[in-house]
């Protein structure tokens, strides 16, 4: 093992390879009567190592001995010790915008991202044409990965980078009966004729029981670990909840809605096995939760179902999230919020006040107007779960 020293009584280092660590170790001293000290080189070649050992040892002298820790390295051990344990959405999410830093910006140590470097790859990021909320996205991803270095005592504090103002654009809106209806009818072109039948019905139980898409993929039958009918045909059925398939991270019972139940018992007890909704592709077997999501939004451009605008203005058709958006809107003047905010499992009843009780005008107008004595004939009900199936509309269309 070479030894190389910086100067004739100075600073001396020499390369190392660990079995515990990815990249060549740096083994080093600030003169022959001090203790030695290790860092990574942040390279996995002893060559590219040697032509960086210099400049690393030299700042982590001047970091009084301290290893400053090279982002690759923490960026390994945030993944593995952080983020292995919790939710593999939030890991890809940290993955995306920490791959976007590597690309748009020169980040070689975690002490790199300061107020000035989070400044510069928000300018980078809008120069791409990214929204400021997928900005601000990826900034609160890299910030809560600096929160746990600041956990582990590897960072003193985390910086304060300046604030993304996010102009937000419409949430979108409830769906009428006849909306959902439309959207529908253009699944034999999106997921197949042969398909389409057993999407329409799954269309259906999304519109009576305000499912999230990825939720669909894990509701059975029978009692199961995932989420699951329980007593379907007792007085007040439930859906049993599992934590590790739910946004919310709980277990929890939630009581069925009277039209999801009536939903579910008219389905043949023969066939209530396995899977309730099942995805089926057009070439046999089921389709990925992503395949679904892009089909029924293909179904809401085709159908012409239009439910807001983003910042650029530009049309947002109706996607998959808003059947459970719908949902909420129609259960919003008929429950009290916090029974609300129950039935659409949300974290916080400030969500629920937010996104389906304080943005629902044209209900509380219609409440008004009705109250004050006027026709019931002005107050549109097309949004209300009426009798009948998507399926049984689809089955009128033309062979």
């Given amino acids: 093992m070479r030894r190389h020293r910086m100067r004739a009584t100075g600073p001396e280092w020499m390369l190392v390879r660990r079995s515990d660590r990815r990249n060549i170790v740096i083994k080093y001293r600030a003169d022959a009567r001090s203790p030695w000290h290790f860092g990574s080189s942040g390279v996995r070649t002893k060559r590219e ?143 197949g004729k042969e398909c389409a039948t057993r999407w329409a019905w799954n269309l259906e139980a999304l519109w009576r029981s305000g499912f999230r898409s990825g939720e669909t993929f894990a509701f059975t039958w029978e009692p199961s670990r995932f989420h699951h009918v329980e007593d379907l045909d007792g007085d007040r059925p439930m859906i049993a909840i599992s934590a590790e398939h739910e946004k919310g991270g709980r277990h929890r019972k939630v009581p069925m809605t009277p039209d999801f139940a009536h939903l579910l018992r008219a389905v043949d007890p023969a066939d209530r096995r396995g899977q309730v909704f099942k995805w089926t592709g057009m070439r046999g077997g089921f389709v990925t939760k992503r395949t679904v999501e892009k089909r029924i939004a293909q179904a809401g451009r085709k159908a012409g179902v239009i439910v807001g605008h983003n910042t650029a203005g530009e049309d947002r058709f109706a996607t998959i999230h808003d059947f459970r958006r719908s949902f909420g809107a129609r259960w919003s003047t008929k429950v009290m919020p916090p029974v609300l905010q129950a039935m659409m499992r949300h974290k916080s009843i400030e969500t629920t006040l937010k996104f389906y009780v304080g943005e629902n005008a044209k209900r509380n107008a219609d409440a008004i107007w009705l109250a004050a004595g006027h026709s019931e004939s002005a107050v549109g009900d097309a949004a209300e779960c009426t009798p009948g199936e998507f399926c049984t509309a689809l089955m009128q269309l033309p062979g």
Avoid at 70 to 84: G, I, T
Avoid at 144 to 173: C, N, Y
């Fill in 49 to 191: 190592a040697a032509k960086l050992a210099a400049g690393l040892v030299t700042r982590w002298l001047a970091d009084n001995g301290r290893e400053c820790d090279l982002w690759s390295d923490f960026r390994d051990r945030y993944e593995d010790e952080h983020l292995d344990s919790g939710k593999p959405k939030t890991a890809e999410a940290f993955r995306t915008a920490a791959n976007r830093l590597e690309s748009l910006c020169n980040v070689r140590f975690i002490q790199d991202l300061d107020e000035a470097k989070f400044s510069q790859f928000a300018a980078k990021l809008r120069k791409e044409g990214k929204s400021p909320a997928t900005v601000r996205a990826y900034q609160d991803h890299l910030m809560s990965a600096l929160k746990w270095a600041v956990q582990i005592r590897i960072l003193a504090e985390r910086p304060t980078p300046p604030p993304i103002k996010v102009v937000e654009s419409s949430h979108g809106r409830a769906l009428t009966r006849e909306e959902a209806e439309r959207i529908a009818m253009q699944l034999p072109k999106v997921a």
